[in-house]
């Protein structure tokens, strides 16, 4: 992600910059629910983006090659943090999908950079799309949590304004993960850290 990219009250996150062909947005959370069983990906429309995104192709829609999630209990102060084991995911909806067969929401997690989750032809408004986690994480005193979007599969096509929460119970439906709901597990919570990865595209 470029330079300039700013965390907003409502805890989205708008990219600044010129978009890189390719990108890999990084985010780090420590969040103090216990348990963590689904994750929801907002990604907003914003009159900075092309045609109101939320992409940030020229013509506002995004291509999310992959989305992974890894965790670690929250280290104590000075400690070294333990090395995040990658979360299996399942479950994957969205409330709009692109039509063509390997545009799916499901495509977002299945590991291959060839194929993605895209919006065309509905640009301009904001999409949302939810995994569960195949096995709950579940750690007293709260989880860090690694996600990791790539948008590795179509030239600058990567989610303009993104917002990321998390749930305690598995989604069963795009509605049921909010960061209205859940505050504290959102980036907007005073217990959200974001590595210095999301400021730039990871090589």
Do not use: C
């Amino acid at each position: 992600m470029a330079y300039g990219s700013a965390i907003s009250d409502d805890g989205s996150l708008l990219a600044g910059g010129d978009p890189a062909d390719r990108d890999v947005y990084t985010f780090e959370i420590d969040s103090p629910l216990e348990t963590v069983a689904a994750i929801r990906l907002d990604a907003l429309a914003d009159p900075s983006l092309p045609r109101g995104g939320p992409g940030r192709a020229g013509h506002g829609n995004f291509a999310l090659s992959n989305l992974t999630v890894a965790w670690s209990p929250i280290p104590a102060p000075g400690a070294a943090a333990a090395k995040p084991p990658p979360i299996r995911l399942a479950g994957a909806r969205a409330d709009f999908s692109q039509a063509q067969p390997d545009l799916a929401v499901a495509y977002a997690i299945d590991g291959d950079a060839g194929s993605s989750w895209a919006i065309d032809p509905k640009v301009g408004v904001s999409h949302a799309a939810t995994f569960d986690f195949a096995e709950p994480v579940r750690h007293a005193g709260g989880v860090r949590l690694t996600v990791k979007l790539e948008f590795m599969n179509n030239s600058r096509h990567a989610i303009g304004r993104p917002r990321l929460a998390f749930s305690e119970e598995p989604a069963g439906s795009v509605d049921a993960v909010t960061a209205e709901h859940d505050p504290v597990a959102s980036l907007a919570s005073d217990t959200a850290r974001v590595s210095p990865l999301l400021a730039r595209a990871e090589s």
